[in-house]
C-alpha cells in the first residue's frame, strides 16, 4: 500500500516540481474518497532553509531519518551537480535496499544515478538531459523520447509536467484508477496521458503547437466513431490535401490515421475503467468498428489486450 510518502530535498530544488510532488500526495483529500498520506519533505537536517535558486528558501520539517519507512521516496527535481550530499545517497539507497519505491522527476534522477540506484535499469529524464544521463551513467538504460519509466519500484519521469503523469501513474498503479482519477480532477489534468503498468514504457501523447488545426482537431475528438478521409478532413479545414498534412504533421507530431487511432485507444482505455461496456460495444462507440481491431491498436499502443487492461486498473465493477 501506499502510506508514507518521503520527499527529499537539496540545495538547487526546483520549486515547481517539488510542488507537484505535495500537490498529488501532501493535500488532504480524503473528502473525496483518496485515502490519506503521511506525507513528509525531508532534508539532510531538518528545519535548515535550502536555496532553490529562484530567489526563495524552502525548509523541510523532517530529517532523513524520516526516509526510513516510506512507502515511497521522491526527488524533485535539482541542479545537476557533480556530487550530492552522501547522507542523502545513503539514505536513497537504504530506502531502495528495503524494497521502497523511488520517483524521480526530471533531473532529480542525476541523485538518483549519484547513489548508484540506475545501473541495470531502465529510466528518462529531460530530453535536454538525456544524453548527459546516458554518459554518466553508462549502464543505465536513459530513453529519451517518453514521458516516463515505469522499472518497477523506480519510476522516473521526464521534465516538469511529466512529474504528475508519473505521480499519478505511480497512484493508479497502487491504489487503483478510482484514486488517481479524485486526485486529477482536483488538479484539473488527464488522469494519465497514456497508460501501462510496469512493463509498459510512457508514449507522448503528440500535443498541438499552434492554434490553425484546434478546431479541426476538436471536431474529430467529438466524431470519433466516424472514418475521416484525409480529403475529407481537408476540405473541412479548407486546405489542399498536401498543405493539411504537413500543416497536421507539423501541429501533431503524426498523421491524421494515427492521431485518430491514438484518440480512439485513449477513448476506449476511459470506457473500460468507468463502464461496463463489453469489448465489442467499446470498440463500435470509439469508431473502431471491431473488437479485433480495437485489439490490435489497444495492444500497440498501451501493451496489453483490452480485458487485461479493464482487469487491472477497471473503476466499476
Known sequence: M????????MDGVAPFELGLLCEVFGID???????????????????EPLR???????????????????????VP?????DDYPPAVLAALR???DRGGTLVSVCSGVFVLGAAGLLDGRACTTHWRHAGELARRFPEARVDPDVLFVDDGTMVTSAGTASGIDACLH???????????NAIARRMVVAPQREGGQRQFVELAIPECTGDSLQPLLAWMLEHLDTEH???????????SERTFARRFAAETGTTPGRWMALQRVLHARRLLEETQLSVEEVAHVCGFGTAALLR??????????????????????
Open 2 to 9: 501506499l502510506r508514507t510518502i518521503a520527499v527529499v530535498i
Open 29 to 47: 483529500r480524503t473528502d473525496d474518497g483518496v485515502p490519506p498520506f503521511d506525507f513528509r519533505v525531508c532534508g539532510e537536517r531538518a528545519g
Open 52 to 74: 532553490t535558486g529562484v530567489g526563495m528558501l524552502v525548509t523541510p520539517e523532517y530529517g532523513l531519518d524520516a526516509l526510513v519507512h516510506a512507502d515511497l521516496v521522491a
Open 77 to 81: 527535481a535539482h541542479a545537476i551537480a
Open 94 to 96: 537504504a530506502a531502495a
Open 170 to 180: 505511480v497512484v493508479r498503479r497502487e491504489l487503483g484508477s478510482g484514486v488517481a
Open 229 to 239: 478521409s484525409v480529403a475529407d478532413l481537408a476540405h473541412r479545414a479548407m486546405l
Open 296 to 317: 490490435h491498436h489497444f495492444n500497440r499502443i498501451v501493451g496489453v489486450a483490452p480485458k487485461d487492461y479493464r482487469r487491472s486498473f477497471a473503476s466499476v465493477p
